[in-house]
């Protein structure tokens, strides 16, 4: 398994933006990819951008295009969720996951999870 480590998080006002954090802290396979999940109380853990580690080749979930950018800092190795013009209801905890690459988006293939982080949009 990878370890992931993630910062981030926190309370923004609606239209605010956010940047997360997800570190692995041991090594990363190029068939690996990095993903971005979320989970607000009383809903399932869903899919929001997927990173492939070898190129960097991006997905993201059909809902979150357009206001969520996922990356990657190749120097850093540290991928990113730029997350801009907020709701209310994206306030969740934000988990990232590493994973074989297939471009799943679904959280039972992705092996490694990072503690998460709370994001939190006021009205």
């Known amino acids: 398994q990878v370890l992931l480590e993630e910062s981030g998080g926190g309370l923004v006002q609606a239209g605010g933006s956010l940047r997360l954090s997800c570190s692995p802290t041991s090594p990363m396979f190029d068939s690996w990819c990095i993903a971005w999940f979320r989970q607000a109380p009383g809903k399932e853990r869903e899919f929001v951008a997927g990173?492939?580690?070898?190129?960097?080749?991006?997905y993201y979930e059909d809902s979150m295009k357009g206001r969520f950018t996922i990356s990657r800092d190749n120097s850093k190795e540290t991928v990113y969720l730029q997350m801009d013009s907020l709701k209310p209801e994206d306030t969740a905890v934000y988990y990232c996951?590493?994973?074989?690459?297939?471009?799943?988006?679904?959280?039972?293939?992705?092996?490694?999870w990072g503690q998460g982080t709370q994001v939190t949009v006021s009205s």
């Open positions: 996951a590493a994973g074989l690459y297939g471009g799943s988006h679904f959280y039972g293939d992705f092996a490694s």
């Open positions: 990173i492939k580690w070898s190129d960097s080749a991006t």
